[in-house]
Structure formats: structure tokens, C-alpha cells
């Protein structure tokens, strides 16, 4: 009886999860408009939680941030290592759009030094200069601009 | 395999007057001369070697430290990850907590993160799902577990129980402890109706181990109240702490405050409402048993 419990709960769970993050129809007997005023409440904690943690592109994009990120999570589901790694997956995102400015690119790099390979190297184009970032042991993350000419494109 | 059942009729604790440690306050909290508890997330911290220095000074001035967890999804349907409830146990451990707590809620389901806490449904069906889990996360910690009631916007259609039933019914089967977040029952109650009162007249109110008190603000555009914790704690939820520590005294209380935070002097202010409501509490508990 216990796993049949918990086999039941997770379908109803799973589709409840998938109208408030995915834009799912909702399972039958929710209040239609209570389900979507929770996804647009957690939707405007999930953006919030990456705007903080990620000031750079928050800066950047200034008030087109709302939108993109609005774009960029009806296609991603949020990591479950949480807003760090959420907007590090957003930044990718907008880096592949090439939305990103320097300052986003320079903190996308830092963070992909972070973790794995511990040398990362960026072209920052709009500031002409090649990002080269190194994490080291004890003093973490460190990082230095070259001028890097780069031609028109 | 040892288990811990805490089979006592009464809370034990004595956590007194409380706060919830964020960096951002840690003076204000070094500073605040009543304290007698703060309570740490623990997904803030990736092990026991994280805690901040300024935790063990706390500790070493007599306050207690409570991790609180948000992760465990106690109330879903998957198995819950030993790993995450033996990272309460370590910070319990390193910070010699005489309790964790967690919620009655879960946040992923079908691989999906909610990134949010979510109500679960109050059936039977549920209630033998959470019951299990509970004990099996019961079992990998050594201090007691106490679990904390959830604000949402939204109901599941099927019902069972209401929540002081269900409540009453999950610490009957686990002997769990209750974190009571009058503040959520308070948001429920604009929210979702329902009548608090009565809520708490049928709650096992001695099994209430803490109480969170948070603050709110009502969207003007559609009255919705959201607890964000960034606010002052309303009159309505100080009222009802003031109407629960009338009927039983609860053995911690603390604020919730997770953003947009005020100056020293304005939590101290706010930690006086809380301390005020109590104490006018304990006056009409006084004056109903002196009767």
C-alpha cells in the first residue's frame, strides 16, 4: 500500500510541479487562478534569487533582464544546486545570443574557473582584451586582462 | 539501528526569544541584548567546517544555534536523501543544537525543482507518505526533529483532514515536534480563510518545540498578502501570537526577516512587539486560571 501511496503522489506532484514551473495545465480540482498566481510568485522568486546573485548581468541587461529571463526559463528548469549555477545557465543563454556585455562575460568566466578546468580564458570584445581566469589553491580565483586587438567585425 | 522516538508529552525546550542569523544582521544580532536562540538555514552552508566563526561566538555567549533545513521535501513522494538530512545532523552536531527543523511541505517532484515550498495534500494517503519519511529522517538524526506548517496561495482539492487534525495526527504517529509559523497561519488566513482560532484550540500545543513570526505586504492590485519576510511583522500575526501564548507558552520565538533589512534599532523594535504580544499572552493566561 505504501508504494502504491507514493506512486499516486508522485503523479499528482509531478503535474502540480509542471503547471506551476512549466506552464502545464493544472491537475483537475486546483483553482485555476490560485495555480497561476503561485507560478508567477515563484517565478518572480526564481528571477529575483538570480538577479541578486548574478549583478552583472543584472546591470547589463538593466531593464530588459525581465523579459529575457522570462524567455530563458519557460525553456530551463531551475537546477537544483539553486540560483548560482540557475544563472550561470542564463548567462550561458544570453552568451549564445551574444546579450552578453564584458562585465557578464567576466563574471560567467569566473565562475566557469571555479569548478573543473582551472584555466578559463574569454574575449571580451567590446573592450578589446582577453579575460584569462586561474584558480588557484588557497587564494581561489584570480584573474588578468591582455590586450587582445581584435579585427572589426 | 537506534531510534529515537521522543515519546514525552511536553517540549523540553527552553530556546526563549529568538532570531533567524543572516550575515547581513550579525552585528545587529551581536548587538540585540535579549536574544536567547538564532536559527541558520542550512543549505547555507556546505558542511560544519562552513559555519561562521561568529555562530561558535554566539554559542559561547549561552544562545542556542538551530539549523533549519528547506531542501528535505519531507512531504514528497520520493525517498528522502539521507545525505541532506545527515547534513542537519552535522551542523547540529558541530553547534550542539538541541533540535533541527524542517518543513511540512515538499519542493521537487518528477525531476523537476519547485524552488519553492509547496503544500502537500492533507488525505490519508499523504499523510502515511510524510509519516514514513519523517521517521526514516527521525532515524539518522540524533536530536529532535520539529517541522514547520507552510503558507501557499493555492489548495489541494482533496481532503481528509483540516490542518490542526493533520498536524495532530502526523505528531501522534512520529512524535515529530511542531515549528508553529504563526505568520503562515496568519497569511493563510487572508489568503486561503479559515478561522485561526480554532486552528489553534485543536493543535497539540505542547508539542510546539518554536514559533517563527515573519512579516508581509498586501498586493495592492489584487489583495493577494505574500509572506516575503521582508517587511514588519503585521498587527493581525502579532495578535494571534498574542491569542497562542494565551492557551500554552510557547518555549521559543523568534523573527523571521530574510531581506530588505532594517537598522539595529528597528529590529529591536520589532523583537519588542514580539516579546509585548507575548507577554500579553501570558496576562490572559494568568487571568483566565486565576478565575
Redesign the interface.
Known amino acids: 500500500?505504501?508504494e502504491d501511496?507514493?506512486?499516486?503522489?508522485?503523479d499528482?506532484?509531478?503535474?502540480?510541479?509542471?503547471a506551476?514551473?512549466?506552464a502545464a495545465a493544472p491537475p483537475?480540482?486546483?483553482?485555476a487562478a490560485?495555480?497561476v498566481?503561485?507560478a508567477r510568485?515563484?517565478h518572480q522568486?526564481?528571477a529575483r534569487?538570480v538577479f541578486k546573485c548574478w549583478p552583472a548581468i543584472a546591470d547589463g541587461l538593466a531593464g530588459r533582464f525581465g523579459a529575457l529571463f522570462e524567455e530563458y526559463a519557460a525553456s530551463h528548469?531551475?537546477?537544483?544546486t539553486?540560483p548560482v549555477e540557475d544563472g550561470f545557465d542564463f548567462a550561458t543563454w544570453l552568451l549564445c545570443q551574444r546579450l552578453l556585455d564584458d562585465a557578464g562575460r567576466m563574471q560567467w568566466l569566473l565562475h566557469r574557473a571555479a569548478y573543473g578546468w582551472p584555466i578559463r580564458m574569454m574575449r571580451l570584445s567590446t573592450s578589446r582584451r582577453l579575460a584569462i581566469a586561474v584558480r588557484l589553491p588557497i587564494f581561489g580565483v584570480r584573474h588578468i586582462l591582455i590586450p587582445f586587438p581584435m579585427s572589426r567585425a | 539501528m537506534r531510534r529515537w522516538r521522543w515519546r514525552l508529552n511536553d517540549a523540553r525546550f527552553h530556546l526563549g526569544l529568538g532570531i533567524g542569523w543572516r550575515p547581513q544582521i550579525a552585528l545587529a544580532i551581536d548587538h540585540a541584548p535579549n536574544l536567547q536562540f538564532v536559527e541558520i538555514t542550512a543549505e547555507n552552508f556546505a558542511s560544519a567546517a562552513a559555519l561562521p566563526e561568529h555562530l561558535h561566538q554566539l554559542r559561547a555567549r549561552g544562545l542556542a544555534v538551530v539549523p533549519h533545513g528547506i531542501s528535505l521535501s519531507l512531504g514528497g513522494a520520493e525517498p528522502i536523501e539521507p545525505a541532506r538530512v545527515r547534513h542537519l545532523g552535522a551542523l547540529a552536531g558541530a553547534l550542539g543544537s538541541p533540535l533541527v527543523s524542517e518543513h511540512i511541505a515538499f519542493v521537487r517532484a518528477g525531476g523537476r525543482e519547485a524552488g519553492h515550498l509547496l503544500p502537500i495534500p492533507r488525505t490519508r494517503a499523504s499523510l502515511r507518505v510524510l509519516v514514513e519519511n519523517v521517521k526514516r529522517a527521525q532515524d539518522l538524526l540524533s536530536v529532535p526533529l520539529a517541522l514547520e506548517n507552510i503558507s501557499a496561495l493555492f489548495e489541494w482539492p482533496d481532503r481528509d483532514y483540516d490542518e490542526a487534525d493533520f498536524l495532530a495526527e502526523l505528531v501522534e504517529r512520529t512524535s515529530v515536534f511542531l515549528l508553529l509559523d504563526v505568520a503562515n497561519v496568519y497569511a493563510n488566513h487572508r489568503n486561503l480563510g479559515g478561522d485561526p482560532h480554532s486552528f489553534f484550540s485543536r493543535l497539540p500545543l505542547k508539542r510546539i518545540a518554536y514559533v517563527h513570526m515573519g512579516g508581509g505586504y498586501e498586493n495592492p492590485l489584487d489583495g493577494v498578502y505574500h509572506d516575503t519576510h521582508a517587511h514588519a511583522v503585521p498587527q493581525g500575526a502579532l495578535d494571534l501570537l498574542a491569542d497562542l501564548a494565551s492557551r500554552a507558552e510557547p518555549p521559543g520565538v523568534m523573527l523571521e526577516r530574510d531581506d530588505d533589512f532594517p537598522d539595529e534599532r528597528e529590529l529591536g523594535a520589532e523583537l519588542a512587539r514580539i516579546r509585548d504580544a507575548l507577554q500579553l499572552g501570558r496576562e490572559r493566561r494568568s487571568a483566565h486560571v486565576g478565575r
Open positions: 500500500m505504501s501511496d507514493r506512486r499516486a503522489l508522485a499528482q506532484q509531478a503535474r502540480l510541479v509542471d506551476l514551473t512549466a483537475e480540482g486546483f483553482d490560485q495555480i498566481l503561485t510568485t515563484l522568486k526564481r534569487a528548469s531551475l537546477p537544483p539553486g
